[in-house]
């Protein structure tokens, strides 16, 4: 097709897609691997909590220098250098396994390394979107970026799922680094344009005292990023948890856990293709309020949920809730901020949010060992009063 032709729009985008498609899927199934390693070897709330501190505190103490990069060099060549890395971690990793030293210690310390890559990473690679993309695309750009996102986590439990059936643990983090290959090639099929940078000569610290100014200046970006913190705060039973609980309400089996992600999955994906394709006429934050009681609810029913159906079920209502808050959110963002200070507004955003994700598992992770019941009711309870204050107030 004549739109897809190399050097258009419509080509670097599809080819953009694909490179963080096929990253995310490798990705996905190693920390999926991870998570149920640990889960069903030990079934620690407390070590599950170990995973998600060393998935997402390390890349928040490096994500605002990532920012600074992000706006001070090009962006492409910061993800391909970063994926490379953690690549190369993950198959260090693979051989530790190999050779018999397969600790869960060694497992968080590789697990580190591969997040401090990933927090240099991800303010890049958003910035990468805007700068290829037409402003008035951009809500259908980031709704078929999170509908690859959701394919991605659609697939990801079935494969990972199947990996994990058919080859021990090692073999499984040869895919990351196989897809990590093929990611970088499609990335380096495309020229993305550099951000006009007016302060590239001054250093790291001043750099980002300029990116914390240009937010606390903007009333928009400080009420998007405090809600995009909050929010992440409060679905983390929901983003880490649930396999634990689907292993004590429903079954241990591989499988069960598959289904559960799946479902979720299939939701997410759903509303992602339908926002991509028609426009919601609704305000960006009563689609985000909309999307927090939708995760409050079904947080609340997963609790008496036993069977497989209805547990599956109320993954899928939860997976609807979503896109809701993720794709108005980051276009909100994205429409708010200058291209010059895209990457530091991003490496702040991705601090926040990364932060209230280990923080959340200090909590929650610990509290599960008391009592499944609290960390998915007290965030549930707290998730509806958020969602009804932000349709009314925001």
Request: glycine residues 8%.
């Amino acid at each position: 097709m004549r739109i897809f032709k190399r050097g258009t729009w419509h080509y670097k985008l599809l080819a953009y897609m694909v490179s963080q498609g096929i990253s995310l899927l490798g990705s996905s199934v190693v920390s999926l691997a991870i998570i149920w390693y640990v889960t069903l070897g030990t079934g620690s709330g407390s070590l599950i909590a170990g995973v998600t501190i060393t998935t997402f505190l390390p890349q928040a103490l490096v994500m605002l220098y990532g920012g600074v990069l992000a706006d001070r060099y090009p962006p492409k060549a910061i993800v391909i250098i970063s994926d490379s890395l953690i690549a190369l971690f993950t198959l260090v990793l693979a051989i530790f396994f190999i050779i018999d030293i397969d600790s869960i210690g060694w497992v968080f310390f590789f697990n580190t390394l591969r997040s401090f890559g990933t927090g240099i990473q991800l303010p890049a690679s958003k910035s990468i979107l805007p700068l290829i993309v037409p402003s008035e695309q951009l809500m259908k750009a980031n709704s078929i970026n999170t509908g690859v996102w959701s394919v991605i986590q659609l697939v990801s439990p079935g494969l990972g799922g199947l990996v994990m059936s058919l080859m021990d643990l090692q073999y499984v983090f040869f895919i990351d680094v196989l897809t990590a290959v093929i990611s970088i090639i499609f990335l380096s099929t495309i020229i993305v344009p550099s951000c006009q940078i007016g302060h590239c000569h001054e250093n790291t610290k001043e750099g980002l005292k300029q990116g914390f100014r240009y937010i606390m200046e903007s009333k928009i970006l400080r009420s998007c990023i405090l809600l995009y913190t909050v929010f992440q705060f409060l679905v983390v039973p929901a983003s880490q948890l649930t396999p634990l609980l689907a292993s004590k309400n429903v079954g241990n089996e591989v499988w069960i856990l598959s289904v559960v992600e799946t479902a979720f999955s299939v939701g997410a994906l759903s509303v992602s293709l339908f926002m991509a394709y028609r426009e919601l006429h609704m305000k960006h934050f009563k689609l985000i309020g909309l999307s927090s009681i939708i995760f409050g609810i079904t947080m609340i029913l997963l609790l008496p949920a036993k069977g497989i159906v209805v547990f599956a079920a109320m993954m899928l209502i939860m997976g609807i809730g979503s896109p809701l808050y993720y794709i108005p959110l980051i276009t909100h963002i994205q429409e708010s901020t200058e291209d010059a200070f895209m990457g530091r507004t991003f490496s702040y955003v991705d601090l926040f949010s990364s932060l209230a994700i280990p923080l959340g598992m200090m909590i929650f992770g610990p509290l599960a060992n008391f009592s499944i019941l609290l960390p998915f009711l007290i965030p549930g309870v707290l998730l509806v009063f958020l969602g009804v204050w932000v349709r009314m107030k925001m």
